[in-house]
């Protein structure tokens, strides 16, 4: 059983361009939330998803971010006209229906330069 | 008041001994409680959980927790030097729903 997979593992993007992360949970899990981590800092929510529904998203910046976990397919998360403040490592992580454990994916680390 | 506060560490211990980790928390209405540890470049991967008062084990960790003082801490028996890493504490429910809200994590070094 594949763990949670998050992809590209390193994202470089300059000022002004779109950054879109993946996120495949683990089989079974229909739940997903992702997280951003500046170094040295903990994890701070930015949303919780189930299928085609975005639960709690009460994390994300009013502009430029978006989610979503359609019926197929990896949920993304989307950063529009990046800055260099969006710089950090952005975590997903999924759990099964009825549990209380997140299993994280490995990351994707985003640079914009 | 940060929801959930940790000391940031460096929290250095010898090898062998005892390391003891603090977490507080805010929001009385919170029910479960977490230990991740994450390596540094690493994703962060459970360790341990509570939803009781009182303690609970799980060979060399062992968490407590007090609602009543709003505190959750996580003992490290018999330090190694793999568990150097940062140790980050979470809290999910109450106001906070179905989220986890971490802390600033506590960075742990043992000492050969």
């Known amino acids: 059983n594949a763990g949670v997979m998050q992809n590209p593992r390193h994202l470089v993007r300059r000022r002004g361009q779109e950054a879109r992360l993946r996120c495949s949970p683990m089989?079974?899990?229909?739940?997903v939330y992702w997280y951003r981590q500046l170094p040295e800092e903990g994890l701070k929510f930015m949303v919780y998803?189930?299928?085609?529904?975005?639960?709690?998203e009460s994390g994300m910046p009013k502009e430029r971010f978006s989610a979503e976990f359609p019926k197929e397919g990896p949920s993304i998360l989307r950063i529009q006209q990046v800055v260099r403040g969006d710089s950090a490592a952005y975590f997903c992580?999924?759990?099964?229906?009825?549990?209380?454990?997140?299993?994280f994916g490995s990351g994707t680390q985003l640079s914009v330069l | 008041q940060k929801e959930v506060e940790q000391n940031s560490g460096p929290l250095s211990v010898p090898e062998g001994a005892i390391a003891s980790l603090n977490c507080t928390y805010s929001d009385r209405g919170s029910q479960s409680f977490f230990w991740y540890r994450q390596y540094s470049g690493k994703s962060p991967e459970l360790i341990m959980f509570i939803y009781s008062n009182g303690d609970k084990e799980d060979g060399r960790f062992t968490a407590q927790l007090n609602k009543a003082s709003q505190y959750v801490s996580l003992l490290i028996r018999d330090s190694q030097p793999s568990d150097s890493a940062t140790y980050l504490c979470a809290v999910k429910g109450g106001a906070a729903g179905n989220k986890l809200t971490f802390g600033g994590g506590t960075r742990v070094l043992v000492k050969p």
């Open positions: 089989k079974g899990h229909s739940h």
């Open positions: 998803l189930q299928k085609e529904n975005i639960i709690d």
């Open positions: 992580a999924s759990s099964p229906p009825a549990s209380e454990k997140l299993f």
